[in-house]
T-cell receptor, first 112, second 112 residues
Framework: DGGITQSPKYLFRKEGQNVTLSCEQNLNHDAMYWYRQDPGQGLRLIYYSQIVNDFQKGDIAEGYSVSREKKESFPLTVTSAQKNPTAFYLC???????????FGEGSRLTVL | QKEVEQNSGPLSVPEGAIASLNCTYSDRGSQSFFWYRQYSGKSPELIMSIYSNGDKEDGRFTAQLNKASQYVSLLIRDSQPSDSATYLCAPRLGSSASKIIFGSGTRLSIRP
């Protein structure tokens, strides 16, 4: 099946630990995005990447890191420097022609 | 001034009526505009894209764009209980950049 696949869907982490969220796509999208959503809030942009080996910070990049070593994959690492990491994380790929974003099912991170 | 502004709601509309959702944006260079629907606990799904001034209709949904006023709206005709969700407005900032910023969303409730 084609689409954006995020894993894991649910993740629990102890304070002080880094955690990496996976995002894989087979839609041949050049651009990929990571957003964070807190309860009752909108989506806030963490990082985005327009091409392989290149990425830009979004509005809330502090405490996060990404890599884009291949087109299909855009993993997000939530580091221990992120003060309040409990949130719903959404990865999206972007259609080059229309600019439309297509989202994965999300990863829900809870810090204990 | 926020880059994208939406009334958070909740907006309560009787079943069968027209729901009107509004969005204003600050970047005059925005060229593409997207409306996403998000059910509680799920990821956003694209429902409408609009690129030029005027109206665009797709089934029960109509998107309206006025670039001079920096305003985009979504009308839902014959509202159904399944339309109860949060609706997110997302302009594509700039003419060539890929960055997409979301509004905080309007929560819509359709009452039977």
């Amino acid at each position: 099946d084609g689409g954006i696949t995020q894993s894991p869907k649910y993740l629990f982490r102890k304070e002080g630990q880094n955690v990496t969220l996976s995002c894989e796509q087979n839609l041949n999208h050049d651009a990929m995005y990571w957003y964070r959503q807190d309860p009752g809030q909108g989506l806030r942009l963490i990082y985005y990447s327009q091409i392989v080996n290149d990425f830009q910070k979004g509005d809330i990049a502090e405490g996060y890191s990404v890599s884009r070593e291949k087109k299909e994959s855009f993993p997000l690492t939530v580091t221990s420097a992120q003060k309040n990491p409990t949130a719903f994380y959404l990865c999206a790929g972007q259609d080059r022609e229309t600019g439309e974003l297509f989202f994965g099912e999300g990863s829900r991170l809870t810090v204990l | 001034q926020k880059e994208v502004e939406q009334n958070s709601g909740p907006l309560s509309v009787p079943e069968g009526a027209i729901a009107s959702l509004n969005c204003t944006y600050s970047d005059r260079g925005s060229q593409s505009f997207f409306w996403y629907r998000q059910y509680s606990g799920k990821s956003p799904e694209l429902i409408m894209s609009i690129y030029s001034n005027g109206d665009k209709e797709d089934g029960r949904f109509t998107a309206q764009l006025n670039k001079a006023s920096q305003y985009v709206s979504l009308l839902i005709r014959d509202s159904q209980p399944s339309d109860s969700a949060t609706y997110l407005c997302a302009p594509r900032l700039g003419s060539s950049a890929s960055k997409i910023i979301f509004g905080s969303g309007t929560r819509l409730s359709i009452r039977p």
